[in-house]
């Protein structure tokens, strides 16, 4: 079955930098728009950022310039690596394909954006 296993958040002060990572299984990787997605505290899901299969790249209004989505077809995974992060970006992330199938959705991974 389809799985996606993401790793890599934390706790990190403003202005910090993590990468997460998204391991995909189940699929054929290479043929698939890979997307990330959050869902802060009370709020909804919501886009991140999306990577093709060939590499073309798009990203949520309030992330551009910040994060840059990246995938490496050979290992079947994706990455997100957010740079200048702020508390507004505290949430827990995920990775599906785009656009998501509901079924897919795997534990995510909790980014914590605090001094």
């Known amino acids: 079955q389809v799985q996606f296993v993401e790793s890599g958040g934390g706790l990190v002060q403003p202005g910090g930098s993590l990468r997460l990572s998204c391991a995909a299984s189940g699929i054929i990787f290479s043929a698939y728009t890979m997307g990330w997605y959050r869902q802060a505290p009370g709020k909804q899901r919501e886009f991140v950022a999306r990577i093709t299969g060939g590499g073309n790249t798009a990203y949520a209004d309030s992330v551009k310039g910040r994060f840059t989505i990246s995938r490496d077809n050979a290992k079947n995974t994706a990455y997100l690596q957010m740079n200048v992060l702020k508390p507004d970006d505290t949430g827990v992330y995920y990775c599906?394909?785009?656009?998501?199938?509901?079924?897919?959705w795997g534990q995510g991974t909790q980014v914590t954006v605090s001094s």
């Open positions: 599906n394909i785009a656009p998501v199938v509901s079924s897919w």
